[in-house]
């Protein structure tokens, strides 16, 4: 059974940026960073297959979300660069066993839940 930790939130500023990581124990293939910002749904950021380390990114998150994988550690990273306001929310790391197919935006694509870290982003 994969279990997720994620660390890394916090307040921060706007224009700065975060590093954010996943520390994963266990076995899976997909590994992907969802955003919960107050008052909305879930949304994906991004997916990483740890076949390549190839990352899907949707194309409204493309630029500023940036994740890689140090395997050695089996942490996922997720850097967010140019922190605006709307960056606020929740950041949870999702694992699954599928290598982030078609589906990869669905949070029932995956099996596994962190618990989150909280961003605040103000100045």
């Known amino acids: 059974q994969v279990q997720l930790v994620e660390s890394g939130g916090g307040l921060a500023q706007p224009g700065g940026s975060l590093t954010l990581s996943c520390a994963a124990s266990?076995?899976?293939?997909?590994l992907a960073w969802f955003r919960q910002a107050p008052g909305k749904e879930r949304e994906v950021l991004s997916c990483?297959?740890?076949?390549?380390?190839?990352?899907v990114y949707p194309d409204t998150m493309k630029g500023r979300f940036s994740s890689t994988r140090d395997a050695a550690k089996n942490i996922v990273y997720l850097q967010i660069s140019n922190l605006k306001s709307e960056d606020t929310g929740t950041y949870i790391c999702a694992a699954s066993r599928g290598y982030c197919g078609s589906f990869y935006y669905a949070p029932g694509a995956y099996e596994a839940w962190g618990q989150g870290t909280q961003v605040t982003v103000s100045s």
């Open positions: 990483l297959r740890t076949l390549d380390d190839k990352v």
């Open positions: 266990g076995d899976y293939y997909g």
